[in-house]
């Protein structure tokens, strides 16, 4: 993302603001899905996110060097706010206690994506197969949309690793199913 992107939507520049919006979606989606498992109130969430962020733009810090974290944090604040009014209290002390962990468990989250019970069966048993390393780096490659070298900055490990771990996770899972394709499994992600 260009630097000044969001110093130009402080001032209303909607392009900007379309351009925001559409590159970090897809990541908001993922990270928002990993904390509360539902769809729905993930896709609301970042709705009214933006909504707010195009209303309030004028009392917005036009110095937000960190775009991605800074959308991070709003969206987690949002979904904990929406599960504290929609939750009882014992429901709440529940959804916080997920919050506090920061994350679900991404085999949790891949198998919520599954439609059925055979498919939900299938990538279970195909993910418990995976090394530690292997789900760590296809939980940062397409959970937290990190790229090679991000990966490697985050595990310690070169890209060049990072890519082989994938590569191999992503063949193992592929051969462990084999009735889907790859490229289903990867749009399951």
Known sequence: MKSNQWGC??????DAFLA?????YQALFAYG????????LTKDSIQEMFLEIWQTRTTLNKEVEHVRSYLFTWLR?????ELGRSNTEKQHA???DI???DVLSYEDLLIAFQQS???????????KKLSKGQLEVIRLKFFENLSYPEIAIRTGLSPRTVYNLVYEAMCHLRESMRILPLLSL???L
Do not use: C, P, Q
Not at 33 to 40: G, H, K, Y
């Open 9 to 14: 939507i402080v001032v209303g520049d909607r």
């Open 20 to 24: 925001v919006y559409e590159s970090h």
């Open 33 to 40: 899905f990993s904390l509360t498992a539902n769809r729905e």
């Open 77 to 81: 604040r949002k979904i904990s706010s």
């Open 94 to 96: 529940a959804s916080m």
């Open 99 to 101: 919050l506090s962990s």
């Open 117 to 127: 019970e055979e498919d939900k069966h299938k990538l279970h048993s195909a993910l």
């Open 186 to 188: 990867i749009s399951l």
